[in-house]
């Protein structure tokens, strides 16, 4: 019964912003760290951004840096990303993922568009 559900995928406008969320259940949160993955069509699944267990650390990857902001409240059992100037090429489902040593759980996406 582990489960991670995306939610806050839409159509945007460039430079839009969007709030991905990510709620959790059937194990144990706060353990676990957290990532946001995206697949843009055609493509294969790309890191996104990264937060360990407790938020104190944040890692991103190039494309992303300065626009988005992965967050999370182990009080409500979610991982967010906000993102901000949204591009084209932002557009893909978009994923979460926790991660606990060698033990892993993912979601089934929500899809983000950005288009004029």
């Known amino acids: 019964q582990v489960q991670l559900v995306e939610s806050g995928g839409d159509l945007v406008q460039p430079g839009g912003s969007l709030r991905l969320s990510c709620a959790a259940s059937?194990?144990?949160?706060?353990?676990?760290?957290m990532s946001w993955y995206r697949q843009a069509p055609g493509k294969g699944r790309e890191f996104v951004a990264y937060?360990?267990?407790?938020?104190?650390?944040?890692t991103y990857a190039d494309s992303v840096k300065g626009r988005f902001t992965i967050s999370r409240d182990n009080a409500k059992n979610t991982v967010y990303l906000q993102m901000n100037s949204l591009k084209r090429e932002n557009t893909a489902v978009y994923y979460c993922?926790?991660?606990?040593?060698?033990?892993?759980?993912w979601g089934q996406g929500t899809q983000v568009t950005v288009s004029s």
């Open positions: 993922n926790a991660i606990w040593h060698l033990l892993t759980h």
């Open positions: 059937g194990f144990t949160f706060s353990n676990y760290a």
């Open positions: 937060i360990t267990s407790t938020g104190g650390s944040k």
